[in-house]
């Protein structure tokens, strides 16, 4: 069992205290996250220093720039000081500018500028999510050199699985070597030697995560190198803050695409003024856009009183639109995402969603009309004496809603990247919206040309 030094803090029972010490970090970050404030730095102020460093590592750990505040000045320096880069930079930029500033002023100035670095990108971007502490050494060091320097190092270093070969006079990166081709190599072996010929997969500090992401991905990398304009080493991003990260980009674009904005604290930790703020602006955007459902409903109000009949099938109609809008928008989203689609490959989406939505749009047309004929002869509902008539308007609409749905749901996440907004905005309620109005004006323009002269 490990040792417990208490280093500051409130009184708290010691049984307790030995029994999360006992526990894995992730389950202590799970019972302290069920804690307030007041008590979770209670707790955390009488665990050993590099214990308390471990569990706000930890990103699971929900309010950790709060409770570091709760902390002693210095305790709160040295843990903040002892935090990996990346994830000490993702806790200050949850903090206020004061709070930040007060937290940076209690470590010292190479670390405050090191978070400063780091604090500079933007959100989102490669350079947000790296972490300054990897391995690096000259490309004159031997594959002995370099496996004394990663024991004397390790110690303050997130992985050293992937060791960075700079050239010793401009410090531009050369090669990368992986921890099993030192193990493997000769002592005396220079290290360029034991490096792949290949060039060094790498990126630029204002890269998106999700390209970094794919990046780790297609070439099943542990890590991938930031590199600045001099081609120098800025930083590292590792697997593990991709995953973080792309877990967190997920969360925004399932949000997203269900009409709220995006959230980063958990349900119950949203306060209820910035769950209204969240919330509605998509409901009034989303409910003026109905208006124009309403609207295109009022122009056809004439046809609707002479062929009532037809509004039964209007709920139909509206919803299989949506639907398969929906559906054309989460296949293109996600594959714009993954890196499958381009910009310039919105015209082959087109040319393939058009006959896709055609069959889709007949198959759901052909089930229209067997429900209406079969309700006709089976005298459940008795849709007057043209009810083959309403019978194919209902079908030909299908089809033409459902092509459109499919279409424009297609479009709107190439039409939204192009114009710098994230796709995972064409939301389903955004799509169904607009698949509402233009779908009740191709159901009608239809009903116009076949009812014509019977019910019209």
Known sequence: MEEVHYVSGDD?????????????????????????????????????????VD???????????????????????????????????????????????????????????????????????AGSIMTTEFVSVPSTYTVAETLKHIREVQHTRETVYAIYVLDPASRELRQVVSLRQLISSEPDSNILDVASDRDPIWVEPDADREEVARLISIHDLLAVPVLNARHRVLGIVTFDDVIDAILAESTEDVQRFGGVEGMAEPYMEIGFVEMIKKRAGWLCALFIGEMLTASAMQHYSDELEKAVVLTLFIPLIMSSGGNSGSQATSLLIRALALGQLRLRDWWRVAVREIPTGLTLGTILGVIGIARISLWQYLGIFDYGEHWMLVALTVGLGLVGIVTFGSLAGSMLPFVLKRLGFDPASASAPFVATLVDVTGLMIYFSVALLILRGTLL
């Open 12 to 52: 708290v029972d010691p049984i307790l205290l030995v029994e999360l010490l006992d526990e894995h970090d992730a389950d202590i970050v799970a019972q302290l996250n069920e804690q307030d404030l007041e008590t979770t730095a209670s707790i955390l102020s009488q665990f050993p220093l590099e214990r308390a």
């Open 55 to 125: 569990i706000f590592d930890r990103p699971e750990l929900s309010r950790a720039g709060d409770i570091i505040l709760e902390l002693p000045e210095d305790l709160a320096g040295r843990i903040l000081k002892g935090m990996s880069a990346d994830r000490a930079a993702n806790m200050l930029r949850q903090l206020d500018g004061t709070d930040r500033t007060d937290l940076l002023a209690r470590v010292d100035f190479e670390t405050a500028q090191s978070l400063k670095l780091l604090l500079a990108y933007p959100e989102g971007t």
